[in-house]
């Protein structure tokens, strides 16, 4: 009987490759991955401001590799990832209040995050070609 | 004691409640509390940035020299650093086991924090205080 039990192929739960990954998972993972990738974006903030402040070639340098078309991506997705950081700690105070944290509702909040900083990174470089073009 | 206590633990030591490592719920408490102030310091710097995109060096240095700007811009460097402190310190703590590399990374991490502040405090306050 227990043989019998033991050769019988076993249910698997669900794998890795046919595992679809529920919003609220992917947007957590974002959130750690955001916030690590901005820790370290200081450094360009950092090296910015020490540039204003001492080295015009340094200040220059900056000036014009941010205007390039892979300076201006970086800054896109600079701007991106802030934003969507931002989004997802509010989620993150809203939960400490414990509100939120109900299965539709929490799947409505993640989607929300990503809807909102996508939202908001376009309206700040719209804002950014209005007032130079 | 009327409660049941099955830890080995004093009264005094469970009514102050600070845990191993001495500091209670600080650095959750913190890590919210810089959540909050950077809100409106973040906002402050991406408008800033906005604003100073495409704009040369002697504009810029007299934008970021304002006390107006420089402060809200320390302002949010405090923030900021102290809760990205947190934030590395917690991914560390979670992916290093490493007796040794853990202490190692969580001890960076603090320096990596504190010479980002130190030297963006002081082109701040350079530029503040007259280039």
Redesign the interface.
């Known amino acids: 009987m227990s043989q019998q039990a033991a050769s019988r192929p076993r249910p698997l739960s669900p794998h890795l490759t046919i595992y679809k990954p529920p919003i609220t998972m992917a947007m957590s993972i974002i959130h750690?991955i955001t916030?690590?990738a901005?820790?370290f974006g200081?450094?360009l903030?950092?090296w910015w401001?020490?540039a204003?402040?001492?080295s015009?070639s340094q200040?220059?340098f900056l000036?014009e590799w941010?205007?390039t078309i892979i300076g201006r991506l970086i800054l896109v997705l600079y701007?991106w990832t802030?934003m969507h950081h931002?989004m997802g700690?509010?989620r993150?105070?809203v939960w400490?209040t414990v509100h939120g944290l109900e299965k539709n509702n929490s799947r409505k909040i993640a989607w929300a995050t990503l809807v909102v900083s996508i939202t908001l990174t376009a309206l700040?470089w719209a804002?950014?070609i209005w007032?130079?073009g | 004691m009327a409660h049941e206590n099955s830890k080995m633990q004093t009264p005094l030591r469970r009514v102050r409640g600070l845990g191993t490592a001495h500091e209670g719920t600080g650095h959750f408490w913190v890590q919210r509390l810089t959540a909050v102030s950077n809100i409106p310091l973040v906002l402050f710097f991406v408008g800033l940035m906005i604003a100073l995109d495409g704009r040369n060096f002697a504009d810029t240095r007299a934008v970021i020299g304002n006390p107006i700007v420089a402060l809200p811009l320390l302002l949010a460097l405090l923030s900021i650093l102290t809760h990205m402190r947190l934030g590395m310190q917690v991914i560390i703590e979670d992916y290093v086991h490493s007796a040794l590399l853990k202490p190692v990374l969580v001890m960076l991490n603090t320096f990596y924090v504190v010479v980002i502040g130190a030297v963006s405090a002081f082109a701040i306050l350079k530029l503040a205080f007259g280039g």
């Open positions: 750690r916030g690590g901005l820790y200081t450094l903030v950092a401001l020490l204003a402040a001492t015009q200040f220059v000036s941010s205007e701007t802030l931002m700690g509010i993150h105070l400490d700040i804002t950014v007032t130079k």
